[in-house]
């Protein structure tokens, strides 16, 4: 017998029945690391990040933000094990910044390109393993 699913339409576009009048205003992941000054170092000087705060001494969770975008560093007990993460970050320019990146001699896990799914875009890895896909959207076809 086939079990019968019940739909779930607690979560359908456009119904706040769950939030009222909450907005959500920013996602920060959250991903563990290694080490978190090399850590850092990497989102800083290889994607440009600024490093936003830092906790404990020797800091063991730290945040690094760039353009309204915050992602959190962790190297704590009890965290996940560092490099089972991945996020992806929509950008404006993407062919530039994946030049930057080439030039800085960081090595891609997914060569740069134009996606079934509309994006153009290309994957790298933290020092930790966290994988990082960086794209922005393919323009769209005009069909006159």
Request: charged fraction near 20%; aromatic fraction near 8%.
């Amino acid at each position: 017998m086939t079990p019968r699913v019940r739909p779930f339409s607690f979560y359908t576009p456009g119904n706040r029945q769950c939030t009222g009048s909450m907005k959500i205003t920013s996602l920060s992941p959250i991903l563990s690391v290694n080490d978190i000054g090399e850590s850092i170092e990497f989102y800083r000087r290889v994607l440009g990040f600024d490093l936003a705060w830092s906790w404990g001494e020797p800091a063991d969770i730290a945040a690094v933000c760039r353009d309204g975008v915050e992602i959190t560093l962790t190297r704590r007990p009890g965290a996940k094990p560092a490099g089972g993460s991945h996020v992806y970050l929509n950008v404006t320019d993407v062919d530039a910044f994946h030049a930057r990146l080439l030039d800085a001699g960081i090595a891609m896990l997914v060569p740069i390109g134009d996606r079934a799914y509309g994006m153009r875009d290309f994957r790298v890895a933290d020092p930790s393993d966290n994988e990082l896909s960086i794209g922005q959207p393919l323009a769209p076809v005009d069909d006159a």
